[in-house]
């Protein structure tokens, strides 16, 4: 039995971005605080104009803040070099991440030579979903022609996100979840549970037709470090592979995938999944391709989580 691009319509994952509170800077001691050096008046007109720029989503707002030379290291560990690549990064952390808010917590500021600084503090990225995430940082900013820019942006992770932590959003997955086509006597019955560790989502997925099994498949959920999004692999019995990246839009999962067929063909497909309640979530699958050709989009349909098995 051939089901078409069964790896990448059985296929579910999910992105969010998280967010944090920004605490009040605490006042200094004693009595009335000092103040401003001229270059921490600078750096907190850069940090302001950074979160106004995040705030719409402005990639090229964001890159005008920096040197033509400039680099960016983010708390995943990816470099990039070049105002260029630091608006093409922006750009796409938007694109995946719509909505989203960014605070900056400067903790200190320090004149290291004449016209060059250097910031410490943290950043919150608060998602529209209500989720955050948060990196310590250390800038450097120098002074050419009068004006402040960034030169170099490192980030580290904070203490205790592990991979496993940006899949927390998806806990509500797990457990045994079925939907029935009683037009075709098709039974689809996935099986969601953590791997060992903590850090990968495993989907068992098997559909039978009475009492017969058609295909099985298997998917596994992850964080990409590199790309800074979580990702997911599917595989079939049938001998077809996908793989994906996720965006989460509120309780909604949007997903691209690509994959093969067992007979070399290319698929894509834009699959969405919802949450509706604890127990039910609907799927729906667009834009479905084969070898480039468009094929019928998929109706959504209602999942509902099994109990008592």
């Not at 470099?79 to 991440?97: C, D, L, P, W, Y």
């Not at 600084?117 to 989720?131: H, I, L, P, Y």
């Not at 009475?210 to 990702?231: A, S």
């Amino acid at each position: 039995m051939k089901i078409f691009t069964f790896a990448t319509t059985i296929a579910a994952g999910f992105i969010g971005t998280a967010q944090a509170q920004n605490p009040p800077a605490p006042e200094k001691a004693g009595g009335a605080a000092p103040a401003p050096t001229a270059e921490e008046t600078a750096v907190a007109a850069l940090d302001r104009a950074y979160e106004a720029a995040f705030a719409k989503g402005d990639a090229k707002a964001i890159a005008d803040l920096f040197t033509e030379d400039a680099e960016f290291t983010s708390d995943e560990g990816r470099t990039v070099s070049g105002r260029a690549a630091i608006e093409a990064m922006s750009k796409a952390s938007f694109q995946a991440n719509k909505g989203s808010k960014l605070t900056i917590d400067s903790g200190s500021v320090r004149l290291l030579a004449p016209g060059v600084a250097v910031e410490k503090g943290s950043t919150t990225v608060t998602g529209k979903d209500g989720d955050t995430s948060s990196a310590l940082y250390t800038a450097v900013f120098v002074q050419k022609d009068g004006k402040w820019k960034i030169s170099e942006v490192t980030e580290t992770p904070q203490a205790g996100v592990s991979p496993g932590g940006k899949l927390a959003e998806l806990a509500w997955l797990v457990g045994d979840w079925q939907e029935v086509d009683k037009s075709s006597g098709l039974t689809i019955r996935s099986k969601f549970d953590w791997a060992k560790g903590g850090n990968f989502l495993t989907r068992n997925v098997t559909v039978k037709q009475g009492e017969e099994v058609q295909v099985e498949g298997w998917q596994i959920i992850g964080w990409d470090p590199l790309e800074g999004r979580i990702r997911s692999w599917t595989f079939d019995t049938e001998g077809g592979w996908s793989e994906g990246f996720w965006v989460r839009d509120g309780k909604r999962w949007l997903a691209r995938e690509e994959g093969v067929t067992p007979e070399g063909d290319r698929t894509s497909v834009d699959n969405t999944i919802s949450q509706v309640s604890d127990d039910k979530l609907t799927w729906e699958a667009g834009n479905r391709t084969l070898n480039g050709g468009p094929q019928p989009s998929l109706d959504k349909i209602e999942i509902i989580r099994v109990k008592g098995e």
